[in-house]
């Protein structure tokens, strides 16, 4: 009998634990949960600012093309700085890529990412 009833309270002691631990468990979940929610509100409210000063940048600019640059001439300090690439071009056609879209089509909401079943977002961060 003492070993049966040793034996209960070292079950009961266990599965206290196990109910303590799940707590715990789900305490951290939340915990996590509303981090993941706050640091998302952040990054788009960033992202979708970033987008917007682009934009304005890009209506406002007066800037005169590269192709205007290649009419005059060429000045050796500035070639390393100004140099054509590849990934400049890409650039170019990414931050243009959207333009023709109004801003309420290309901004998207804290809410439409943590509602949207697809995690890429979350995966890229």
Do not use: W
């Amino acid at each position: 009998e003492e070993k049966a009833l040793a034996l209960r309270r070292r079950v009961e002691e266990l599965e206290e634990l196990v109910r303590s631990s799940d707590a715990l468990v789900t305490k951290a979940i939340a915990a996590k949960n509303e981090v993941e929610s706050t640091l998302i509100h952040k990054c788009v409210a960033l992202l979708n600012e970033k987008k917007a000063k682009i934009k304005s940048l890009q209506s406002s600019s007066k800037a005169p093309s590269r192709r205007d640059h290649a009419d005059s001439a060429p000045d050796d300090s500035d070639d390393d700085k100004h140099a054509s690439t590849d990934e400049d071009d890409e650039a170019e056609v990414a931050s243009q890529a959207y333009s023709h879209l109004p801003v309420s089509q290309t901004h998207v909401t804290a809410k439409q990412v943590l509602d949207g079943a697809d995690d890429d977002f979350l995966d890229m961060l």
